[in-house]
């Protein structure tokens, strides 16, 4: 396994299209490009986000907001000065007698799985008020691995529209689970779908007790800023070829983790809607999207930096395309998948950056969105964030 190095992959592959060519032209043959990477100024810092979200029957609009939604969120948090590494994770839960009463997925920077775990969210149960907000503040605290990183901003963003159940005697309440996130430096935010009085209330002691803030967001859609753009639609389809040039290597057990990877992501091109997978193109495109694109063990990548070098690889541990492949074949397919990488990075990044421009100019023009979902969100992010060192230049969320 290697160390991923933030924020260099675009100085390797800008500097491919210059190295590769005068191969070309002089040996007749593609070869492996060695690409020197200057060794980074700082560390990255990390972001670690645990969503625990009511899924029972009320809360159905406001769980296709999160579906459409998570990608923004995530480019929000991208845009910290340091380019942070963004973890991501889960905490459904309905009540007991329910068909569960939790459901954990774990913090990971692979974005595209825990989309696909959300995707499979269905709004059902409940009829009845209060729900398991006990347990599942509990299960995120205590089910979900947290890293002991002083300096890694983390929080747990509580979204849901009923009290929680105080007279379950078998389960901790939520008074103590919260002091132990304060105690661990996890901050606890609370975001109240509807105007019930009784949630209200719960919600802003929660809140109050963990350092967080409160904010309530329409039931229906959660108040989020959701406008189509002409952008979306090719954004979309250049995020799915760029998806096609990842090929993985390593052992049997890391090809199958890899595997399990590339399908999240076919399952979502499949099923998510054309916005989303623009906005998860936008995010890619970030210095720190790139550890969701890619991960680790991706061969394009480590091939065309020289951290690796495709002769030392087992033919076991190729990719299965390249295992039949003579080993200049083998390295030919790999350079050409490292250009039109390039090529698709960079329309990406031209057109995630006029698909921008509109969205604030709508925005503007509509009167702001101060009030969204979204700005809500960014705002709590930066405040709670700069404590951690953590430095937001921009004055708007991502949309």
Known sequence: MKTKLFGLSLFALTSLAVIVLPMRQSTGAIQPAVIEHPLP???????????VLDTTGSMSGLIEAAKEKIWSIASSLAQAESAPEIRMGLVAYRDRGDAYVTRVTPLSSDLDSVYATLMDYRAGGGGDTPESVNQALHDALHRIAWSDEQEAYQAVFLVGDAPPHMDYQDEPRYPQIIADARSRGIVVNTIQAGAAKATAGEWRKMAALGDGEYFRVDQSSGSAVAIATPYDEKLARLSEELDGTRL???DGETRAEKEAKLAATRK???????????????FNSSDSGETNLLGDNELVDDVASGRVDLDEISTEELPEPLQAMAAPAAKALVMEKAEQRQKLQSEIRRLSQQRSDFLKKKVEESGGAKAS???RLYGAVREQAAAKGLKYDAAAPAY
């Open 373 to 375: 979902l979204d700005d």
């Open 248 to 250: 993985y290597y390593g």
């Open 268 to 282: 979502l091109h499949d099923a998510a809607s054309t916005a989303s997978r623009a906005r998860r193109a936008v």
């Open 41 to 51: 100024t700082n560390t990255a810092s990390k972001i670690e986000v645990v969503f």
